[in-house]
Protein backbone atom coordinates (compact mmCIF):
# COMPACT_ATOMS: atom_id res chain seq x y z
CA UNK A 1 0.00 0.00 0.00
CA UNK A 2 1.50 3.48 -0.73
CA UNK A 3 1.70 5.46 2.42
CA UNK A 4 3.40 9.13 2.84
CA UNK A 5 6.74 8.91 2.68
CA UNK A 6 7.68 6.33 0.16
CA UNK A 7 10.20 6.72 -2.29
CA UNK A 8 9.64 6.75 -6.00
CA UNK A 9 12.65 4.83 -8.21
CA UNK A 10 15.15 6.53 -8.96
CA UNK A 11 16.10 7.26 -13.28
CA UNK A 12 19.64 7.59 -13.65
CA UNK A 13 21.36 8.97 -16.58
CA UNK A 14 25.16 8.19 -15.90
CA UNK A 15 26.23 10.79 -18.39
CA UNK A 16 24.44 12.90 -20.19
CA UNK A 17 25.12 12.40 -23.86
CA UNK A 18 25.67 15.38 -26.42
CA UNK A 19 25.16 13.05 -29.23
CA UNK A 20 21.52 12.43 -28.09
CA UNK A 21 21.57 16.25 -27.85
CA UNK A 22 21.53 17.18 -31.28
CA UNK A 23 19.18 14.17 -31.89
CA UNK A 24 16.66 16.36 -29.21
CA UNK A 25 17.34 19.93 -30.91
CA UNK A 26 16.69 18.41 -34.63
CA UNK A 27 13.45 16.90 -33.34
CA UNK A 28 12.84 19.77 -31.24
CA UNK A 29 13.38 22.25 -34.36
CA UNK A 30 15.49 24.09 -31.89
CA UNK A 31 18.36 26.03 -33.07
CA UNK A 32 19.78 26.69 -30.01
CA UNK A 33 23.27 26.14 -30.45
CA UNK A 34 24.11 25.64 -27.10
CA UNK A 35 22.47 22.43 -26.97
CA UNK A 36 24.94 21.52 -29.93
CA UNK A 37 28.40 22.54 -28.80
CA UNK A 38 31.18 24.12 -26.68
CA UNK A 39 32.03 27.17 -28.90
CA UNK A 40 28.20 28.33 -28.08
CA UNK A 41 28.30 27.55 -24.69
CA UNK A 42 31.38 29.39 -23.82
CA UNK A 43 29.89 32.42 -25.56
CA UNK A 44 27.40 33.00 -23.32
CA UNK A 45 29.07 32.32 -20.61
CA UNK A 46 27.94 28.61 -19.48
CA UNK A 47 31.23 26.87 -19.72
CA UNK A 48 32.50 24.35 -22.14
CA UNK A 49 29.73 21.66 -22.02
CA UNK A 50 26.71 21.42 -24.33
CA UNK A 51 23.73 22.54 -22.79
CA UNK A 52 20.66 19.91 -21.90
CA UNK A 53 17.26 20.60 -23.45
CA UNK A 54 14.89 21.47 -20.45
CA UNK A 55 12.15 19.27 -21.87
CA UNK A 56 14.88 16.47 -21.94
CA UNK A 57 15.50 17.07 -18.20
CA UNK A 58 11.68 17.00 -17.64
CA UNK A 59 11.33 13.49 -19.07
CA UNK A 60 14.08 12.03 -17.25
CA UNK A 61 11.48 12.87 -14.07
CA UNK A 62 8.26 11.95 -15.87
CA UNK A 63 10.30 8.44 -16.47
CA UNK A 64 10.28 8.24 -12.44
CA UNK A 65 6.89 8.93 -12.48
CA UNK A 66 6.05 6.08 -15.21
CA UNK A 67 8.32 3.92 -13.83
CA UNK A 68 6.33 3.91 -10.28
CA UNK A 69 2.75 3.98 -11.72
CA UNK A 70 3.00 1.80 -14.71
CA UNK A 71 2.12 4.05 -17.04
CA UNK A 72 2.01 7.35 -18.45
CA UNK A 73 -1.69 8.26 -18.72
CA UNK A 74 -1.48 7.75 -14.65
CA UNK A 75 0.41 11.42 -14.70
CA UNK A 76 -2.72 13.75 -13.58
CA UNK A 77 -0.49 16.63 -12.84
CA UNK A 78 2.90 18.29 -12.80
CA UNK A 79 4.44 21.91 -12.04
CA UNK A 80 8.22 21.95 -12.42
CA UNK A 81 11.07 24.82 -11.10
CA UNK A 82 13.75 24.61 -13.72
CA UNK A 83 16.55 25.71 -11.14
CA UNK A 84 20.01 25.32 -12.43
CA UNK A 85 21.67 23.74 -16.35
CA UNK A 86 22.05 20.33 -17.03
CA UNK A 87 25.28 19.64 -18.97
CA UNK A 88 26.65 17.24 -21.28
CA UNK A 89 28.67 14.52 -18.82
CA UNK A 90 26.62 15.25 -15.74
CA UNK A 91 25.53 12.22 -14.20
CA UNK A 92 21.67 13.16 -13.51
CA UNK A 93 18.98 11.32 -11.10
CA UNK A 94 15.73 11.87 -11.16
CA UNK A 95 13.88 10.99 -8.01
CA UNK A 96 10.63 11.66 -6.01
CA UNK A 97 8.89 10.90 -2.83
CA UNK A 98 5.10 10.40 -1.96
CA UNK A 99 4.06 13.64 -0.15
CA UNK A 100 0.16 12.59 0.41
CA UNK A 101 -2.49 9.95 -0.64
CA UNK A 102 -5.40 10.64 -1.37
CA UNK A 103 -8.75 10.20 -3.18
CA UNK A 104 -10.24 12.30 -6.23
CA UNK A 105 -13.42 11.90 -8.68
CA UNK A 106 -13.07 7.60 -7.96
CA UNK A 107 -9.14 7.34 -8.21
CA UNK A 108 -6.62 6.85 -5.21
CA UNK A 109 -3.75 9.71 -6.20
CA UNK A 110 -0.30 10.26 -4.69
CA UNK A 111 1.23 13.56 -4.90
CA UNK A 112 4.52 13.48 -5.07
CA UNK A 113 7.69 16.12 -4.48
CA UNK A 114 9.75 15.03 -7.68
CA UNK A 115 13.42 16.26 -8.21
CA UNK A 116 16.48 15.72 -11.20
CA UNK A 117 19.82 16.36 -9.28
CA UNK A 118 22.68 16.91 -11.78
CA UNK A 119 26.25 15.80 -10.10
CA UNK A 120 29.42 17.88 -12.01
CA UNK A 121 32.12 15.41 -13.76
CA UNK A 122 34.33 15.45 -10.42
CA UNK A 123 32.54 16.93 -7.82
CA UNK A 124 30.81 15.18 -5.08
CA UNK A 125 27.93 17.20 -4.49
CA UNK A 126 24.70 17.63 -6.93
CA UNK A 127 22.82 20.86 -8.11
CA UNK A 128 19.02 20.44 -8.21
CA UNK A 129 18.52 21.47 -11.31
CA UNK A 130 14.26 20.55 -11.69
CA UNK A 131 11.82 20.60 -8.28
CA UNK A 132 8.68 20.49 -8.52
CA UNK A 133 5.53 18.36 -7.77
CA UNK A 134 3.09 15.90 -9.49
CA UNK A 135 -0.12 14.01 -8.97
CA UNK A 136 -0.54 10.15 -9.96
CA UNK A 137 -2.74 7.86 -9.82
CA UNK A 138 -1.57 4.95 -7.38
CA UNK A 139 -0.25 2.02 -8.69
CA UNK A 140 -2.06 -1.34 -8.08
Request: charged share 20%.
Amino acid sequence: MTQVGDALPEWVVEAVDPEKMKLMAALLHDPNPIHLGPDAVRAVGLGDRAVNQGPSNLGYVQNVLIAWAGSDDAIRAMAMRFAATVFAGDRAIAGGRVSAVRESDGELLADCEVWLDAFRPGVATAVRALSGTATVVVPG
